[in-house]
Nanobody, 121 residues
Framework: QVQLVESGGGLVQPGGSLRLSCAASGSIFSINAMGWYRQAPGKEREMVASITAGGSTTYARSVQGRFTISRDNANNTVYLQMNSLKPEDTAVYYC???????????????WGQGTLVTVSS
């Protein structure tokens, strides 16, 4: 089984920065794409940023230029550097990984439990 654990969330003032981390562990054969999603209260979950195994990135328009996604393949970890944070960035942020497990040799989308980011003065 594969598990994703997010960390780095918290309370930050508008204009501030946070860095989220997500580490994958378990019987991993390989990981394809990884990404960050977020869900605010009463709203649908939305994609924030994604990154392929080769390092190609995609960002939501709302965060482009402010957020940066990166990954450390050696440690099966993905990061989200969030700068110039706005109150509308407040949400639970979830890590996602397209992971092939040793047990199944099939790709499965695995989700973390989420970490809360609150942007408020």
């Amino acid at each position: 089984q594969v598990q994703l654990v997010e960390s780095g969330g918290g309370l930050v003032q508008p204009g501030g920065s946070l860095r989220l981390s997500c580490a994958a562990s378990g019987s991993i054969f390989s990981i394809n794409a990884m990404g960050w999603y977020r869900q605010a209260p009463g709203k649908e979950r939305e994609m924030v940023a994604s990154i392929t195994a080769g390092g190609s990135t995609t960002y939501a328009r709302s965060v482009q230029g402010r957020f940066t996604i990166s990954r450390d393949n050696a440690n099966n970890t993905v990061y989200l550097q969030m700068n110039s944070l706005k109150p509308e960035d407040t949400a639970v942020y979830y890590c996602n990984a397209d992971t092939m497990t040793i047990a199944t040799m099939r790709y499965l989308e695995v989700w973390g439990q989420g970490t809360l980011v609150t942007v408020s003065s």
